[in-house]
């Protein structure tokens, strides 16, 4: 939904403020829409500026416009309050401090996401070009078979770790696009993956003669992975982007989407370490005594294992959670109204 001055002026009337703040709502109102309009590339500060009025006194709809507390659907009473259960149940004001003084670090801990990530792709295409031949198709289905790790680390690893921070990096843009670039990150990690797996089936089939299909344990472990990433997709794009979704379902699907995807990013990565052991040993590189290929197998295990790791601290840091827009709260208001 597109925000202008008057309808968001509109909206932003049939709203009270809880905590006695009633007293100069209208100057106060004014001064949104001023923001809003004379500084429409200064959204940040005007983001800011309501999210200190919220911490203070959650916006929240008319309660007579709503009718009797007896009448109205659990989401709709849970969504009232949009401050953080968390932050709520340890004093908000004092927590929303504490939250900022936490995000100064969020700048290096990114970098060192990114770093990780750009290191562990350039290690995955020198072992490729350097020691395994570099890349084929059908034609030659040993070298089809390096697509494989590359294609699969990329996808669901790099691409899907990114895509489960883009709330936390990108907290400062609308929901909505937060919500259609994480589906898109996603989606093109399941289309990479998929790539991925057809050229390890193919190196297993092509060959000659051909070798035999899902019986290693690695193998077992990253379909899996597959598959439930493929679900997770599936369902999060019903529950969060088809239109009409009821918002109370959408709410209590969001803690089980959330636990899920970040059980299939430890699935993967599990996948991912298995794979590469298993490369090595399957390949006769001569592991022992250290060599130059076996310490670079290593070395990217341990860069894989280190960047899942930082993402899931990321993601699971209740400091850096994305705290809801104004915006975000009138898109929610007129779901409610639906
Ligand atoms: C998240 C990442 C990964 C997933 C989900 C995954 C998934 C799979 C699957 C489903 C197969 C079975 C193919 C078949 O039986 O024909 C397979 C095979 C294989 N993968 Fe991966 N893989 C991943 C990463 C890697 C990596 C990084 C390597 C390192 C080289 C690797 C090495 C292998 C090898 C050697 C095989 C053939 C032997 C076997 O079937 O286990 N994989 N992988």
């Known amino acids: 939904m597109s925000v202008t ?151 669901l690893i790099v691409l899907y770790g990114h895509g489960i921070l883009v709330y936390r990096l990108l907290r400062n843009e609308p929901k909505k696009k937060l919500k259609l670039l994480h589906a898109i990150m996603m989606i093109t990690a399941l289309l990479l993956a998929s790539v991925g797996l057809k050229a390890v089936f193919d190196s297993h089939n092509l060959a000659e003669p051909p070798i035999d299909n899902l019986y290693t344990l690695h193998s077992w472990v990253g379909l899996a992975a597959v598959i439930c990433f493929a679900l997770q997709w599936l369902f999060g794009f019903v529950a969060f982007l088809f239109p009409g979704v009821r918002h109370s379902l959408r709410s209590s699907y969001m803690p089980l989407h959330v636990f899920g995807g970040l059980m299939i990013f430890g699935l993967a990565t599990t996948a991912a370490l298995m794979g590469l052991l298993e490369k090595a040993i399957f390949s006769r590189v001569s592991y022992a005594p250290l060599t130059a290929e076996g310490i670079l197998i290593n070395s990217t295990g341990i860069a894989i294992a280190s960047l899942s790791l930082l993402i899931v601290y990321i993601a699971t840091r209740w400091q850096y959670k994305r705290q809801p827009l104004p915006e975000d709260e009138l898109l929610l208001a007129d779901q409610l109204a639906e």
């Open 5 to 155: 001055p008057s309808s968001f002026a509109a909206d932003a009337r049939s709203y009270t403020f809880r905590s006695g703040q009633k007293k100069g709502q209208d100057s106060i109102l004014v001064l949104y829409v001023q923001q809003f309009e004379l500084h429409k590339d200064r959204r940040l500060r005007f983001a800011q500026f309501a999210r200190n009025l919220t911490a203070v006194g959650t916006t929240r709809r008319s309660a007579a416009a709503r009718g009797p507390l007896s009448q109205r659907t659990r989401g709709e009473k849970g969504s009232q309050n949009l401050i953080p259960k968390k932050e709520k149940r340890k004093g908000g004001e004092m927590n929303r401090l504490a939250n900022e003084s936490e995000m100064k670090w969020m700048p290096l801990l990114y970098g060192v996401t990114a770093g990780l990530s750009t290191l562990v792709v350039v290690f995955m295409l020198v072992w490729t070009f350097h020691f395994r031949g570099g890349f084929a198709w059908q034609d030659f289905p040993a070298i089809q078979f390096n697509w494989h790790p590359v294609l699969m680390v990329v996808s």
